[in-house]
């Protein structure tokens, strides 16, 4: 939803970024405001999962320049924990697996640490529990989950379930959902996309990275931005997946070369 | 910033390095048949401990220190080790009124405010300064319900014809080098026989400590429960810091007769040298209890923090048919330390079974082995063994090794093992970064959750003091 | 001890023999069997004393008079044995190759199979690199002796890009009472090459021989290898077998490995990943009974990062047999990214059949997913008791369970034929159960 008078949650300026002092991100800018979601898309190895986890904070890549504002603050110079309790969300393309550390106890302390973070109250256990199984109920996940380890042994769509429980239970102020839809069937794809739909509200903001269009015919876009070599080559609205989809990246880079 | 976080996180100081300064009277250097005269004689032993010890001795002189563990340390000069210290008793202490206050500090220093723990908790601590008991509590208590709770050397003069039946009847004198030699020169040590039928009413615990510098410590324990009794004993462990490396090689011995139950129960944090290595015990300990009686059971459950150098392999010999073996470790190293430590299961009555959760996590520049043996006799049928073997690794210059042996004589028999290995690493920890949980807490977490299934089979004063010790072998520091 | 003294001066013996064989024209082979020579004399026969050697007992070497094969002119008939998908088959007889029984097949461009004696004289080019350098006989005296003695031999190579479909057969043959034989492969892949082949040693009649093998394969980057061994040897003989594995970057090597004969057999398969990405399978049956051992050791050593290995080892031992398998897993420092399984599973069929195994895990990188489980044991009481629900006997239902415990491995076999051979091994065996 497009209301440009809405408040500005995310503004990149410039932004550069190197792993292992190979430069990845070449110059990203970007506005996003509440209410809205945008997609960035782009072929592999362009720098769309750089971009999500420069933007968490991850201690592999190196920003090398720019300016990033997250509700007007100074989002580089926060501690990645810092930045998840201000509200910045990433739903992670390979959640990782924590054998021996249960669900509930995860969800509860990530819960607790972000609610304190925001000096709001935590919730004991008896009430998280009721509070986390209502939250489970949007996704058609079974209460088994909490008594299990953390992704461990969980299959592709319940890891990417578990990432949108998460998502649901934090209240981020913007999301940003790495390759939500890779390794979903049909099935758990429409679930994991409705339990998204169900957490767009007019006061948060939602960043889909995604490589196929496919996520995008559950979740309208106000914005689709194609990267490449890690800038933006082109935005436009939610008919530039579908253009995507049916030609491919291969035209908008020869389209880039020709201009 | 991660990276340098971790090494933060492990790289803990040792926070129980002191020296008390109380007169020992401490035998030469040197170990030769006169020693082991001397150390008879100023304990005033019966002749047939001295000619056990005799007999330990000339068979050590034919052995060489074992060198197939995965550990490297330079040869030890058991000539350069003093095998008898005791510190000066001016009376027979009655109370802990009348332990010397030096003692007592040492134990508040320790964080064991003794009485008042003990009082509290309900815990009799039978108290091992360097090797010599000088306190017991509760006895009185224990006393009532027939349970003997006292030192060894007390043992030998008031039920010599119990050391006598059972010590070395599961460790024989010829058992192994450092047996051997535990044998020959032991001091003291704890003493324990729950009569036919009871239950202990608490708790058991030593704390064991060495202090002298350069004295070998030799302990000696022996725990014995008698039909359908039952025993819980927690061994705890804290050493001062200093930088020659000393020898410890304790050897106990549990015996459990029809339907007893013996829980052993260790945290083990002595010095482990500094950084580079320098320093730290060397821990060359035989545990081994003997499920004699049918239905008997003996659970070992380890944390092992500490020692420069672990050798220790808690054992099970399930002679009694339907006995059960259990062995629940965690053991941690960082920096130089070495640990080459696991379990023996042997099987010989019917339907005996055991169960071996090991748990090992190397960080700094360490080295962690489990060694561990499943046996399987021909006449143990209906056996059943389930292993699972762990390794968690913390930076890129430490080792986790695995080497189960396993050996099965008998086909109607279950032998079960299986192990893995995982990391605490950047992607772990940003991972709870980016659901708002810091690194500090984050790596609790994540070691608790891994050391679980040991945890739980702690005593609960036990658990809360192993997961206080891993949490500060492993944070504390984070900037 | 008697055995053992005895033992010692038939190696003391194959030394000699080794001494005095003629040198060959190639002066570098000369050189490494010279090398090889000096380790034999210098290394002392394993016994059970050695932890390497603490299960198999090879005493047996003290009480048959081995002796080296006498020349002889009679044909063998290997008809039971010939693989229909194999065109290409290299025969040896008692250790000497055998132009006759072989079978060359029409000529492939960038494929050379020949007699190893032949590859030395003709091709030494593709030779010289490989013979003796990947498996190691420093501190290996059976390995030793068998490069001291290097003379013949199966050779194959494939230039790079050349993929071959059908089988390789290379057929190892004893016929005589007593014969010691030194056998040796070296297949080389070229980058990129693709082929399969099957090493099979055979034994002919009741009496004792003693083998001693030594196989050395060379993949090279993105080259494929699929290799089957068969060791069907005769009921009384010593097969003490190395084979030593090289896989360069993004190579894969997958193999199964049946051992079915032989009073003693021993069989230690090395892996070195040489480059990163590369991809190992490594299947084992052993399917032994009576007094027989079989003994397989295994090291997967990870140089490099980014490897995948798989192992599965099986055993069904039955009467008095003894099943031993060491497995080793070894992560060097900075070989991130590894992932490595290895399972043992051992079925005992009988109350004085025995195994000991021993599946280790050495790791020095952190970044890996290693795990490997062993179990030891008797057929599931639930897959049992679910068969008897159906209706089926006790004793069908435990032939039928064992006979799938054994088949899993023998259906990797990639040779129909051979496969079909192997599967009525495993049916027999099965069929002796309760």
């Keep these: ?259 | ?479 | 001890m008697q055995s053992q003294l005895e033992a010692v001066s038939i190696i003391q013996a194959l030394v000699a023999g080794g001494k005095g064989l003629a040198p060959s024209a190639a002066p570098w082979l000369n050189e490494r069997r010279a090398l090889a020579l000096e380790r034999a004399n210098a290394l002392r026969l394993p016994s059970i004393r050695d932890e390497e050697w603490r299960f198999t007992d090879i005493s047996m070497m003290g009480r048959v008079p081995f002796q080296l094969p006498v020349p002889h002119s009679v044909i063998p008939d290997i008809s039971a044995y010939v693989l229909p998908e194999a065109q290409w088959r290299l025969v040896f007889v008692d250790g000497i190759f055998n132009v006759g029984l072989s079978s060359l097949g029409a000529p492939v461009k960038g494929l050379s199979i020949s007699n190893l004696g032949d590859a030395i004289q003709n091709t030494p080019q593709l030779v010289v690199g490989h013979l003796a350098q990947h498996a190691h006989y420093e501190n290996r005296l059976f390995c030793a002796i068998n490069t001291a003695w290097l003379r013949q031999g199966a050779f194959i190579h494939l230039a790079k890009e050349v993929i071959i479909k059908d089988p390789i057969h290379i057929l190892y043959i004893n016929t005589q009472a007593h014969a010691t034989v030194n056998v040796r492969s070296l297949v080389v892949l070229e980058r990129a090459a693709q082929c399969t082949v099957v090493e099979d040693f055979v034994g002919l009649g009741e009496e004792a021989t003693f083998t001693n093998a030594v196989s050395e394969f060379a993949v090279a980057s993105s080259a494929r290898l699929h290799h089957v061994r068969v060791q069907r040897e005769t009921p009384a003989a010593l097969h003490i077998a190395a084979c030593a594995v090289s896989i360069e970057q993004d190579g894969v090597y997958q193999s199964q490995s049946i051992a079915l004969g032989a009073s003693v057999s021993r069989y230690e398969l090395e892996v070195l990943q040489k480059g990163p990405g590369v991809e190992v399978v490594i299947d084992g049956l052993a399917l032994i009974k009576e007094r027989q051992l079989a003994d397989t050791h295994t090291l997967m050593d990870h140089a490099y990062g980014s490897g995948q290995c798989r192992q599965l080892h099986k055993t069904i031992v039955d009467g008095r047999a003894h099943a031993v398998f060491n497995g080793k897993v070894l992560v060097r420092e900075g070989a991130q990214l590894t992932q490595s399984a290895q399972q043992s599973r051992n079925l005992l069929l009988s109350s004085d059949a025995r195994v000991d195994t021993k599946p280790q895990l050495e790791i020095f990188a952190d970044d890996v997913k290693c795990a490997h489980g062993a179990t030891v044991g008797q057929l599931d009481q639930d897959h049992l008791f679910y068969l008897k629900s159906r209706g089926l006997s006790e004793a069908r239902a435990r032939n039928l369970l064992t006979y799938a415990f054994g088949a899993e491995i023998v259906a990797r076999i990639p040779v129909r034929s051979l496969a079909a051979q192997l599967e009525r091994a495993v049916m027999t065996q099965a069929q002796t159960t309760l």
């Design chain 2, 1 to 479: 910033m991660s990276t340098s976080t971790i090494e933060q996180l492990v790289n803990q100081p040792y926070k129980h390095g002191f020296v008390t300064d109380i007169e020992s009277d401490t035998a030469a250097k040197g170990l030769s048949e006169q020693t082991i005269r001397f150390i008879s004689a100023k304990k005033a032993e019966p002749d047939w401990l001295l000619q056990f010890r005799l007999k330990a001795y000339q068979h050590w002189l034919t052995l060489t220190a074992p060198e197939w563990p995965n550990v490297n340390y330079p040869a030890i000069d058991f000539q350069n080790i003093s095998y008898y210290s005791a510190p000066k008793q001016k009376k027979t202490l009655k109370s802990m009124d009348e332990v010397d206050p030096e003692l007592l500090k040492t134990f508040e220093k320790l964080g064991v405010p003794m009485n008042e723990r003990a009082a509290l908790a309900g815990v009799a601590v039978d108290v091992i300064f360097d090797s010599v008991s000088v306190a017991t509590t509760y006895k009185q208590k224990l006393a009532d319900v027939g349970i003997i709770f006292c030192s060894i050397s007390e043992a030998v003069r008031e039920h010599p014809e119990l050391v006598k039946k059972y010590m070395g009847s599961v460790v024989p004198v010829k058992d192994n080098f450092y047996a051997a030699l535990n044998s020959a020169v032991f001091t003291d040590g704890s003493f324990c026989f729950i009569p036919k039928g009871v239950k202990c009413p608490m708790e058991l615990s030593t704390y064991f400590r060495i202090n002298t510098q350069d004295s070998g410590q030799f302990e000696r324990t022996l725990i014995i429960a008698e039909e359908r009794a039952s025993v819980s004993y927690l061994e705890g462990c804290t050493a001062p810091k200093f930088d020659t490396n000393q020898l410890h090689a304790a050897v106990v011995e549990l015996v459990a007769l029809d339907y007893a139950d013996i829980k052993y129960s260790t945290v083990q944090n002595w010095y482990a040298g500094d950084e580079k290595g320098v320093g730290g015990i060397y821990n060359f300990v035989t545990k081994r209890g003997l499920c004699k009686g049918v239905h008997s059971r003996i659970s070992w459950t380890q944390v092992e923090t500490g020692s420069a150098i672990t050798w220790k392999y808690p054992s099970c010999v399930l002679r009694g048919d339907h006995s059960v073996g259990e062995f629940y470790s965690v053991a941690l190293t960082n920096h130089k330390q070495q640990a080459d430590t696991g379990t023996k299961m042997i099987h010989i009555g019917k339907n005996t079974r055991s169960t071996i959760v090991s748990k090992g996590i190397s960080a700094g520049g360490s080295n962690n082995s489990y060694r561990g043996l499943v046996r399987i006799a021909p006449t143990a049928s209906g056996a059943r063994n389930y292993s699972q073997c762990d390794s968690m690794l913390i930076g890129q210059q430490c080792s986790a090794n695995t080497f189960p042996y396993i050996e099965v004589r008998n086909p109607t028999s279950q032998v079960e093992h299986e192990a893995t290995t995982s990391k605490i690493g950047e992607d772990q920890l940003f991972y709870f970064q980016q659901r708002g949980i810091g690194a500090e807490e984050a790596v609790s977490m994540i070691i608790n959750g891994f050391c679980k299934d040991v945890f739980q089979q702690l005593p609960m004063e036990f658990a809360v003091e192993a997961t206080k010790l891993l949490g500060l072998k492993l944070e504390g520091s984070v900037g």
């Design chain 1, 1 to 259: 939803m497009i209301n440009s008078g809405a408040k500005v949650i995310l503004e990149i300026r410039g932004l550069t970024a190197s792993v292992a002092g190979v430069s990845i991100l070449k110059g990203i800018d970007l506005t996003v405001r509440a209410g809205e979601v945008h997609a960035i898309m782009g072929p592999n190895g362009s720098g769309k999962s750089t971009l999500a986890k420069v933007l968490a904070g991850h201690p592999a890549y190196e920003v090398t320049g720019g300016t990033v504002l997250f509700e007007g603050k100074d989002l580089l110079a926060l501690a990645s924990e810092v930045r998840a309790q201000a509200g910045l969300f990433l739903g992670f393309q390979y959640p990782v697996e924590i054998p021996g550390v249960t669900n509930s106890a995860f969800l509860r302390l990530a819960y607790n640490t972000v609610q304190s973070g925001r000096g709001k109250e935590e919730l004991d256990p008896l009430e998280f529990d009721d509070h986390v199984r209502e939250t489970m109920k949007l996704l058609e996940m079974s209460p088994e989950f909490l008594d299990r380890s953390v992704n461990d042994g969980f299959s592709g769509g319940e890891k990417k379930r578990n990432e949108i429980l998460q998502m649901a239970l934090l209240e981020p102020h913007l999301a940003i959902l790495d390759e939500t839809d890779s390794g979903l069937d049909i099935d758990a794809l429409r679930v994991v996309a409705s339990g998204v739909n169900h957490l767009i509200t007019p006061d948060n903001a939602c960043v889909l990275v995604t490589h196929y269009q496919r996520l995008l015919n559950y979740i309208t876009p106000d914005y689709v931005h194609v990267m490449e070599s890690g800038r933006i080559i082109k935005t436009a609205d939610k008919s530039l997946a579908l253009e995507l989809e049916a030609r491919g990246y291969d035209w908008l880079l020869n389209e880039k070369l020709d201009s």
